[in-house]
């Protein structure tokens, strides 16, 4: 197997681990990326059919260049988000190795040992830009293991037709819940389930007045002062077909059931019910299996930082897994700052290796 030794070695080749190229481009810094899928578009790749942003194109880009205006005005859909980081990494001749399964880090002397599917790399500094989406979550519920029918995460959820005249129940009250419950209710006896009544924006509230109320709320923080929301980027946007949901007069949710039987689920009331299939829209948590070698990854998944370095090993950084790395770290747009931020102290640190 090959070794190869580079100053900066990114993992992860999606919206995060770009934006994170662009800046060690700009420092002038001999870095490469290493990315697990096959082409560019990271976690985008495996949203289902119909996914659609809820905020326009200028709202949703990488640093540098705008992603261009859908052809419709509309918000741009998943294929076009994977065309644009296809040409942004183009653009900007971002050095991309793909697919490269990373294994583990291990520490050496003056480097970081990445154990990988096409050799080892050493690297003075490695970024973890590996997101969420490989590493789904759906909740322990009592019985789960014993039932017989069809479950999926909305990570690996396609399209409605493949749930057509079942009995399907929809789990979880934020924006993916909404988005696969609207469709898979138009073709399936679908119910959706939520633990607590999901709040939604007005009609006319998108991703732009959501990302500028994060914002102001962000600064209120760093500032010491009080702010209180009209909402969060947890609320549920009005896309399309949540509003036609809601004119079919199906956008109500139902509380979460308590256990699994082997043939469905028994709700609270204790009505036991046959159940074809479960889609978790339950979120995820961050994919960092491979760090785990380092003795980094703390008991809530996470890891200890200081901005967006690792505090217990200082040539690790971490961008793109939320807000404990930056603030809105996990969207297109609110990347930059945290992707600049951690270029720049890269930087900093090599000039004194």
């Known amino acids: 197997m090959s070794s190869t030794a580079v100053d900066v070695l990114v993992i992860g080749g999606g919206q995060a681990g770009l934006a994170t190229g662009y800046f060690l481009r700009r420092h002038k810094l001999d870095y490469r990326i290493l990315d697990r899928e096959p082409a560019p578009g990271g976690a985008w790749r495996h949203g289902w059919d119909s996914l ?19 052809e419709d005005g509309e918000w741009p859909q998943r294929d076009e988000v994977i065309d644009y980081l296809a040409r942004y990494q183009k653009r900007y001749d971002i050095p991309v190795e793909r697919p490269v399964e990373v294994a583990s880090l291990t520490r050496g002397v003056n480097r970081l040992s990445v154990e990988t599917d096409r050799g080892t790399y050493h690297a003075k500094v490695v970024v973890s830009a590996t997101g969420t ?52 209710s138009r073709v399936a006896n679908a119910s959706w389930v939520t633990r607590h009544p999901p709040k ?28 209180t929301p009209a909402g969060t980027l947890a609320d549920i946007v009005m896309v399309p077909p949540v509003k036609e949901a809601r004119e079919r007069g199906v956008l109500e ?16 009331d204790g009505e036991e019910e046959a159940v074809d299939a479960v889609i978790w829209c339950t979120g995820f948590r ?68």
């Not at 200028?58 to 205006?69: H, K, N, R, T, V």
């Not at 690996?156 to 009995?167: G, L, N």
């Not at 924006?201 to 010491?224: H, I, S, Y």
């Not at 505090?311 to 793109?320: A, I, N, Q, S, T």
């Open 133 to 184: 989406w490989s590493h789904p979550f759906i909740p322990q519920v009592e019985g789960i293991g014993d039932y017989r029918g069809r479950q999926v995460h909305s990570a690996h959820y396609r399209r409605p037709e493949d749930f057509r005249d079942r009995r399907v129940l929809v789990v979880g009250g934020g924006n993916s819940g909404a988005q696969i419950y609207a469709e898979v």
């Open 253 to 268: 949710t139902r509380r979460m059931f308590t256990r699994f039987t082997p043939q469905g689920v028994v709700w609270p």
């Open 286 to 353: 961050p994919a960092l299996a491979h760090l785990e070698g380092l003795g980094v990854v703390e008991a809530d998944g996470r890891v200890d930082t200081e901005g967006t370095r690792s505090v217990k090993e200082p040539r690790l950084w971490l961008v793109g897994y939320g807000d404990w790395t930056g603030f809105a770290s996990a969207t297109l747009l609110g990347v930059m700052r945290s992707a600049r931020a951690a270029a720049h102290e890269i930087n900093d640190y090599l000039e004194g290796f």
């Open 200 to 227: 939604f924006l007005p009609d006319d509230v998108d991703g732009r007045a959501l990302f500028e109320m994060a914002t102001e709320k962000w600064k209120a923080e760093q500032e010491g002062r009080e702010y």
């Open 52 to 70: 659609q942003l809820f905020s326009p194109a200028q709202w949703s880009s990488l640093p540098g260049w705008q992603m261009p205006e859908t």
